[in-house]
């Protein structure tokens, strides 16, 4: 297996932007073409900033979505997340539009699609094409079991027959994978995945519907389109007939941990336009930024975006190093980060006061990527859907693995690491009888049981996963499957909350490279596993705050020197 990457490439030039970020340039000057005002104005005309597709083309990003194998750029899942960064940042339709699509659309090619598909469609891409992900119906939404799409298949050709609606840049797309029932027995063998080319498909047989109008990512091209006995190749078919729900759980754990590290760029804008705001707005004789509660909104807001890149990060890499347990993972990621996204930024707004729903000016910036979140949250899975992923494999988990399972290798958590290349082909189902991230609190928290307040923290931590654990076993039969009650879903948040805690504590213990002092001491580990132990209804630990002065500072200092406020804290154009 083909090993991806120098281990401290990551940390190497950090003063210096991204390939894309210095491609885009600084958003905030006023005469930027690729700045925040164009985006503005192109959000309010609802079409992509021309501009900024021609970037994209120039850059090659359809290249980062293909495997390396194939001729692409795609090696590690935690990279892609860091190239999307600087979409989000400054545009959510152009990140979906130009990221997400292409990603979503591709996973389950890349993951069961035939030699000659696979090399097909890396063309495409790599000539800056697109693919669209025509997976949900307009009556079933994430549901996609219920599917009404039909494939009749025969010897020699199959046939395509019904709608798919709210489908990202379907008319703007040379490729379409199209979820479609091929069977009426019940069960997961009802389904099949078909690779559709937009350029041989007859066109009398096809119907594009209006384009749907968003109130957030407004420039996204959300439309619909109808087949009426669309006859196509039998060997449009990726994978066998019958196998997509198994190819789908497979192949969406890749997406499902990409796209919340990747949206980290959108929130870190916002906590950079309500920390500017906040640092020259004066009041009561002082900076906003130096009043209690906005300095603890900030502060707070700094840490959780710390444990979104923590847990977000150790699942992509979990894709790599451990792809039978990863499906849990990768699902529990998906839940949480968007809602610590959605708190983060209600709290950022509270200081930004009135100027949050201004749509022009120095904030306007942030009102978009307001209203652009909670839809790219949703993007092909949104939470409830991913808890009901996680429900039904927790009591395995509990019984099999908490409290005695061997932890996850370390170098799960080396951010600059080396990896293997992503094989799709590894990614389990289903992630089997092992927890290994949650084994690593374990040992964690016994490396750490004599520090008086990180391992008071760790104490509460393990205590919960006991208390997990006895409500797991407890659960009824019911209730360990998707129509489970809200106890089953509270459980799979609770866990989730467990699984971004042992990330943050892997990424402080077992990360020996990073440059960065400020990451090495453990004052944002204490602020970050307050605030998750806060989540889960512990007390406070005395002396758990005491490190919110450095935290601070440093958001501090990287804001100043227009530094990132992720793990890695690379220059910003």
């Not at 597709?53 to 795609?74: C, I, N």
């Not at 400054?90 to 979906?96: E, I, T, V």
């Not at 997509?244 to 804008?269: N, S």
């Amino acid at each position: 297996m083909t090993t991806t990457n120098t281990p401290l490439a990551l940390y190497a030039d950090l003063d210096v932007p991204t390939r894309l970020e210095s491609l885009f340039g600084d958003p905030e000057q006023r005469d930027n073409p690729l700045g925040f005002e164009a985006f503005l104005a192109a959000d309010d005309r609802g079409d992509l900033l021309s501009a900024g597709e021609r970037v994209l083309d120039a850059y090659g990003l359809g290249s980062e979505f293909v495997p390396r194998r194939l001729g692409g750029r795609m090696e590690r899942a935690d990279q892609l997340a860091r190239v999307l960064r600087p979409l989000f940042r400054r545009d959510g339709s152009l990140a979906l539009g130009h990221g997400a699509s292409n990603l979503v659309g591709s996973v389950n090619v890349w993951s069961e699609g035939s030699a000659q598909q696979q090399r097909w469609l890396a063309d495409v891409l790599c000539r800056n094409g697109r693919i669209a992900a025509a997976y949900t119906d307009m009556s079933t939404g994430n549901d996609v079991t219920r599917t009404a799409f039909r494939a009749e298949v025969s010897r020699d050709r199959l046939v395509l027959n019904g709608r798919k609606e709210i489908i990202n840049n379907l008319a703007r797309a040379e490729a379409v994978t199209v979820l479609a029932r091929t069977s009426d027995a019940p069960g997961s063998r009802s389904h099949s995945m078909v690779l559709v080319d937009m350029a041989s498909a007859p066109r009398d047989r096809l119907r594009f519907l209006p384009r749907y109008r968003t109130s957030g990512v407004r420039s996204m091209y959300l439309g619909g389109l109808e087949f009426r006995d669309c006859p196509l190749p039998v060997t449009s078919v990726a994978g066998g007939v019958g196998e997509a729900m198994e190819t789908i759980l497979r192949a969406f754990q890749v997406t499902r941990a990409v796209l919340p590290a990747a949206g980290l760029g959108a929130v870190d804008q916002q906590l950079r336009t309500v920390t500017g705001f906040a640092v020259g707005r004066r009041l009561y004789h002082r900076s906003v930024a130096d009043l209690p509660h906005a300095r603890s909104v900030l502060t707070g807001a700094f840490l959780d975006l710390l444990i979104a890149d923590s847990f977000a990060t150790t699942v992509c890499r979990a894709l790599h190093l451990l792809p039978r347990q990863s499906s849990v993972y990768a699902a529990a990621v998906k839940y949480l980060v968007p809602s610590l996204f959605r708190d983060t930024v209600d709290s950022l707004a509270v200081v930004l006061g009135a100027r949050s729903f201004l749509r022009e000016g120095p904030h306007g910036i942030f009102q978009k990527h307001a209203r652009d979140l909670p839809v790219a949250s949703l993007v092909h899975a949104g939470g409830t859907v991913c808890q009901a992923t996680v429900i039904p494999q927790l009591p395995r988990l509990a019984r099999n693995s908490w409290m005695s399972g061997a932890a996850a290798p370390r170098e799960v958590f080396h951010l600059a690491g080396s990896l293997p290349e992503l094989d799709f082909e590894q990614l389990g189902v289903t992630a089997g009888r092992t927890d290994p991230l949650m084994s690593a609190l374990e040992e964690a928290g016994a490396q750490l049981s004599g520090e008086p307040v990180l391992g008071a923290l760790c104490a509460q931590l393990l205590e919960e996963l006991g208390n997990l654990k006895a409500d797991c076993d407890a659960l009824a039969p019911r209730d360990r499957t998707p129509l489970a009650g809200p106890v089953s879903f509270e459980i799979a948040e609770r866990y989730a909350l467990l699984l971004a805690a042992a990330s943050c504590l892997g990424v402080w213990l077992w990360n020996p490279n990073n440059p960065s002092a400020f990451l090495r001491e453990p004052a944002w580990l204490t602020g970050a596993l307050s605030r998750l132990t806060g989540r889960l209804g512990c007390p406070p630990v005395p002396g758990a705050d005491a490190g919110d002065p450095k935290v601070f500072a440093e958001l501090i200092d990287r804001y100043e020197n227009g530094n990132g406020f992720d793990l890695i804290g690379r220059r910003l154009a």
